[in-house]
T-cell receptor, first 117, second 113 residues
Framework: GAVVSQHPSRVICKSGTSVKIECRSL??????MFWYRQFPKQSLMLMAT?????????EQGVEKDKFLINHASLTLSTLTVTSAHPEDSSFYIC?????????????FGPGTRLTVT | AQKVTQAQTEISVVEKEDVTLDCVYE???????LFWYKQPPSGELVFLIR??????QNEISGRYSWNFQKSTSSFNFTITASQVVDSAVYFC??????????FGSGTQLTVLP
């Protein structure tokens, strides 16, 4: 089956620093990946759509200069939270669309729990 | 625009009881897919089922069953003889022509021993 990994699974950083989260499709090539954010006791909210070789598309209200997305290869997308603040503490989940399917399938990574102190 | 509504925020049952989680959706697309995911405390989403809009057959998988009714735009999920390990947050989700997933707000299910 399609497997998506995320690294790190958990990260703690100090306010003002930047942190990078990696999302990899392990056994398929993903031209499109998605980044979601989930605050405690809330649902998953789409932050941005990442397309290989082009700029990411951000959802309304998501600061593109704060959440930098790079999709430089068909198996890797990265999310960098720049100048992180405590309010950025959240659970970040990526998913990858399998181009070999109908286009409706997304496979989710295990998530990254970010804590900003 | 598409929308998924899970009106039940929290449900608590005693082990071995049956429980139904409701999901109502809105979309203008004729082709779409509906999903249910389980999210245990670890946070990782566990895929449970995918249903396309042209397949209204109900499905049963072990203790899990799903009732898809286009006439009422509902895709309800029933757990029979619930177990403590079923305790988790369950999300219903929809993907349509824009190929973007929209999640419901989730239902926290607690199964008490």
């Amino acid at each position: 089956g399609a497997v998506v990994s995320q690294h790190p699974s958990r990260v703690i950083c100090k306010s003002g620093t930047s942190v990078k989260i990696e999302c990899r499709s392990l056994d398929f090539q993903a031209t499109t990946m998605f980044w979601y954010r989930q605050f405690p006791k809330q649902s998953l909210m789409l932050m941005a759509t990442s397309n290989e070789g082009s700029k990411a598309t951000y959802e309304q209200g998501v600061e593109k200069d704060k959440f930098l997305i790079n999709h430089a290869s068909l198996t890797l997308s990265t999310l960098t939270v720049t100048s992180a603040h405590p309010e950025d503490s959240s659970f970040y989940i990526c998913s990858a669309r399998d181009p070999g399917g109908t286009g409706y399938e997304q496979y989710f990574g295990p998530g990254t729990r970010l804590t900003v102190t | 625009a598409q929308k998924v509504t899970q009106a039940q925020t929290e449900i608590s049952v005693v082990e071995k009881e049956d429980v139904t989680l409701d999901c109502v959706y809105e979309t203008r697309d004729t082709t779409y897919y509906l999903f249910w995911y389980k999210q245990p405390p670890s946070g990782e989403l566990v895929f449970l089922i995918r249903r396309n809009s042209f397949d209204e057959q109900n499905e049963i998988s072990g203790r899990y069953s799903w009732n898809f009714q286009k006439s009422t735009s509902s895709f309800n999920f029933t757990i029979t003889a619930s177990q403590v390990v079923d305790s988790a947050v369950y999300f219903c989700a929809l993907i349509g022509s824009a190929r973007q997933l929209t999640f419901g707000s989730g239902t926290q299910l607690t199964v008490l021993p």
